[in-house]
């Protein structure tokens, strides 16, 4: 079965700051991922998905990932934070299902 | 309009009794998912149905039963409560195939005293 491991539970970043989310993916055939984040109190709203073709991958809200098959990674980025930004963000993969990691929190300090 | 909408969004029960969770999509999609979220924001796949056809059951206890009237419904249904099912539960929809994403509705918070 595919899955994702995101590593690192909590990041915190201050305002203006580069944004990492690392997420890493194990899978026996091409796979299909994806990031969401959840605001407090929601539910889960897509950024972006990889499917095939560009591996670099825009989403919304400035977020952009890169896939990157010899690394096994689907890392998250955004060039500088935003105090709205402050989240909490899945990486997934698509099987008969979707799977999701973990889950890490993104905290934004002022 | 709402793409996922669930109801209530919030379940306050004493442990024991039984109760449910409905869920309808608007999106045209062929396929639901019920999904827990634990206290720890961990998300695990409950239950998936296809054109009303049950496709995953993830080991839950036999107390959960989804039930699907038509292909734009999953309602949750739940016996006997325990305390260790409160958490919050997610309906979500997809349309088939791998590379679509799945659509959430806003969450139950269900609490069972």
């Known amino acids: 079965a595919q899955s994702v491991t995101q590593l690192g539970s909590h990041v915190s970043v201050s305002e203006g700051a580069l944004v990492l989310l690392r997420c890493n993916y194990s899978?026996?055939?091409?796979?299909?991922l994806f990031w969401y984040v959840q605001y407090p109190n929601q539910g889960l709203q897509l950024l972006l998905k990889?499917?095939?073709?560009?591996?670099l991958v825009k989403g919304i809200n400035g977020f952009e990932a890169e896939f990157k098959k010899s690394e096994t990674s689907f890392h998250l980025t955004k060039p500088s934070a935003h105090m709205s930004d402050a989240a909490e963000y899945f990486c997934?993969?698509?099987?008969?299902?979707?799977?999701f990691g973990a889950g890490t929190r993104l905290t934004v300090k002022p | 309009d709402t793409a996922v909408s669930q109801t209530p969004k919030y379940l306050v029960t004493q442990m024991g009794n039984d109760k449910s969770i409905k869920c309808e999509q608007n999106?045209?999609?062929?396929?639901m998912y019920w999904y827990k979220q634990d206290s720890k924001k961990f998300l695990k796949i409950m239950f998936s149905?296809?054109?009303?056809?049950?496709?995953i059951n993830e080991t839950v206890p036999n107390r959960f039963s989804p039930k699907s009237p038509d292909k734009a419904h999953l309602n949750l249904h739940i016996n006997s409560l325990e305390l260790g099912d409160s958490a919050v539960y997610f309906c979500?929809?997809?349309?088939?195939?791998?590379?679509?994403?799945?659509?959430f509705g806003q969450g139950t918070r269900l609490t069972v005293v």
């Open positions: 979500a929809s997809s349309q088939g195939g791998s590379t679509t994403e799945a659509f």
């Open positions: 899978s026996s055939v091409p796979p299909y």
């Open positions: 990889y499917t095939t073709g560009a591996t």
């Open positions: 997934a993969v698509r099987d008969n299902d979707m799977r």
């Open positions: 999106l045209g999609h062929d396929t």
């Open positions: 149905y296809n054109n009303k056809e049950l496709i």
